[in-house]
């Protein structure tokens, strides 16, 4: 699981304000503001939250976090899942699917590909940048949705490779359902790596997907024993009030914006980051 990123803890970086809510970054108060003016509110949000940096550094790792999107009704909701109490890192917070890229997440077949504006944002700032880890990104997203929550996103009526057929492995509830990803229906809408000298660090690429790219179902992944003991669809301002990360809520701000803009894949990606002791936020 790594849509927290940097997220959501005790802070040695910038001094928290009195009321850490006084940075209001709710996602309707900021869907129509100015780039900017988006821009400054959701950095001093992330100065000001209280994080832990003691810890020895380590080299983020790729992640990828997909936000699944129900627009059917007047106001657009998201899904997020509550992690289990008892979990070590993040017990309780709610957050979305995600984790870390894995090497077998080259050359994983797919109904359809990225879009070539995707891609070519998802290899900027990337060391070794290539249309495979591109591509990987986006199977990941994928695959760690399905193994949290269930859900398999892509399209119906595919043919698998033996390979990935085979009993055990990865894909193989995707072969037996016949459901194949569909990269194209994905966007890339935010990256965010994890401050230095934090517990684990990230570097995650945000990917979101309308909730009609849910092909299937596995029951059983979510329960009491589960990472996820619960799955919730919630209004974006909703989700803003549960218990997240601070990378999540702004997140959520950015998705609510774009959204506003036209949901189109032409918007540019923000890009948080932590630089010369605070985070920057650019756009790819």
Known sequence: M??????????????APEDPHDVDVSGYGMASAPPETLAERLTDHLNHAERDMTSPNLRPRDAATLILIDRTGTVPKVLLG?????????????VFPGGRVEPTDRGVPAASELDPRMAERLMLETSRPSLVKARAFAIAAVRETFEETGLLLGRPDGSWPEMHASEGAPWSPFAAARVLPDLSTLQF????????????????????VDATAIAAKV?????PDAELVELVWMPLDDAEA???????????AELDHRITCGFSPDLPVPFYRWL???????EL
Do not use: N, Q, W, Y
């Open 2 to 15: 790594a849509d927290d990123d940097e997220t959501g803890a005790k802070s040695t970086g910038a001094p």
């Open 242 to 252: 549960l218990e997240i990360a601070p990378i999540t809520k702004a997140v959520l």
């Open 189 to 208: 809408i935010a990256r965010a790596v994890t401050p230095p000298r934090r517990p684990r660090r990230f570097d995650t690429r945000f990917f979101a």
């Open 82 to 94: 509550r992690r289990h109490a008892g979990l070590k890192f993040m017990p309780g917070k709610f």
């Open 276 to 282: 010369r002791g605070k985070f920057s936020r650019v």
């Open 219 to 223: 029951d059983g992944v979510i329960g």
